[in-house]
């Protein structure tokens, strides 16, 4: 099984900045798409962003301009770099690889509060 790590979470003041990193323990980044998804109490996970293995990328509206997907293949590593963040952010932030398999971290939590 693909296991994958999320870090970077953490408490932030609105308009801060955080970035957060998924892990994988193989190397699959280069030909699974990764996404970052977030959920919050009593509301559906959602897409926020996600990058292809070409590189392309894409943003829910309500994160496009604040938010940016990369990808680091030698590493293993996809971030997902916040900027200008709002107290609707708030959420545990999970990253996800695939289709064709579904492999999910574990979840970091971001708080944006004053």
């Known amino acids: 099984q693909v296991q994958l790590v999320e870090s970077g979470g953490g408490l932030v003041q609105p308009g801060g900045s955080l970035r957060l990193s998924c892990t994988a323990s193989g190397s699959i980044f280069s030909i699974y798409a990764v996404g970052w998804y977030r959920q919050s109490p009593g509301k559906e996970r959602v897409l926020v962003a996600r990058?292809?293995?070409?590189?392309?990328?894409y943003y829910t509206d309500s994160v496009k301009g604040r938010f940016t997907i990369s990808r680091d293949n030698a590493k293993n590593t996809v971030y997902l770099q916040m900027n200008s963040l709002k107290p609707d952010d708030t959420a545990v932030y999970y990253c996800?690889?695939?289709?064709?398999?579904?492999?999910w971290g574990q979840g970091t939590q971001v708080t944006v509060s004053s």
């Open positions: 996800k690889a695939g289709p064709p398999n579904a492999y």
């Open positions: 990058v292809a293995s070409g590189g392309f990328t």
